[in-house]
């Protein structure tokens, strides 16, 4: 059994980890910015009570990763999936701007998990081969970029690969590793309808990439499938 914590679990992708890794046994302690709106997640809370804590957790608050640190205590963190996230303003061309609106996608999509990982470093430190997995896009490999567009998002996304790497660097002689994934073009809210993978489809290969993650994967960026994605 793991001690994992996930953010952004009030659907999609996150709700999904919640689902699969509560249907494997792990202990889970999952992040949403509002649990009373969360009724699917407090559903599996209410069924689940010695397995499933939901907390609530708007990643760019302070006190909010601090309550989850304290609720954590000197409970070890063996995977730490870093979901949360945001698309950003749209539509999102040139001549049409919005600054607010991109930095707020920065503090969301790449800086709140930086801070995130200092928040828990002690638990992770405790953790059993702990792993951090923050949850990218191919949209953020400039490799892969054929289209133009979405400024706002590729750079947000961007910005947490080059997090991603620091990590993987920082923490490597503690025995922390970092993944940084890609979860595939997954039907959510966000995917829309002409997406190519469902998300127990996404969630499951992201799971079965992390339970076979060694140290030759730290600091790479992984696609849906296993192999490596272009910076």
């Known amino acids: 059994m793991k001690t994992v914590v996930v953010t952004g679990c009030s659907r999609g992708i996150g709700l999904e980890f919640v689902r699969q890794l509560l249907a494997r046994g792990d202990r889970v302690f999952a992040g949403v910015r509002k649990p009373e709106t969360a ?3 407090t559903a599996l809370a209410a069924a689940e009570p010695e397995q499933l804590t939901v907390l609530p957790l708007d990643v760019t608050q302070a006190a909010h990763r601090a309550n989850l ?10 995977l730490l999936i870093a979901n ?3 698309y950003g303003p749209v539509p999102d061309r040139l001549g049409q701007t919005d600054e607010d609106g991109w930095l707020e996608t920065f ?3 790449a800086i709140a998990p930086r801070q995130l990982v200092e928040t828990l470093l002690p638990q992770l430190r405790a953790g059993n081969r702990p792993c951090i997995a923050l949850l990218s896009s191919k949209m953020g490999s400039m490799g892969d970029n054929g289209s133009g567009g979405a400024y706002i998002y590729r750079s947000s996304k961007a910005a947490l690969n080059a997090v991603g790497v620091s990590l993987a660097r920082d923490l490597a002689d ?4 970092t993944l940084v994934l890609h ?6 809210d966000m995917g829309g309808p002409n997406a190519e993978i469902t998300v127990s489809e996404s969630v499951a290969q992201m799971l079965a990439t992390l339970d076979r993650a060694s140290s030759a994967d730290n600091g790479r960026f992984i696609d849906i499938d296993g192999s490596t994605i272009p910076w």
Do not use: F, H
Request: proline residues 3%; without cysteine; charged residues 15%.
């Open 84 to 86: 949360a996230g945001v």
């Open 69 to 78: 640190a304290a609720t954590l205590g000197d409970r070890g963190i063996d």
């Open 174 to 177: 503690q025995g922390i590793l």
């Open 39 to 41: 009724s699917e997640l």
């Open 107 to 109: 503090r969301v999509n």
């Open 183 to 188: 979860p595939g073009w997954v039907l959510t």
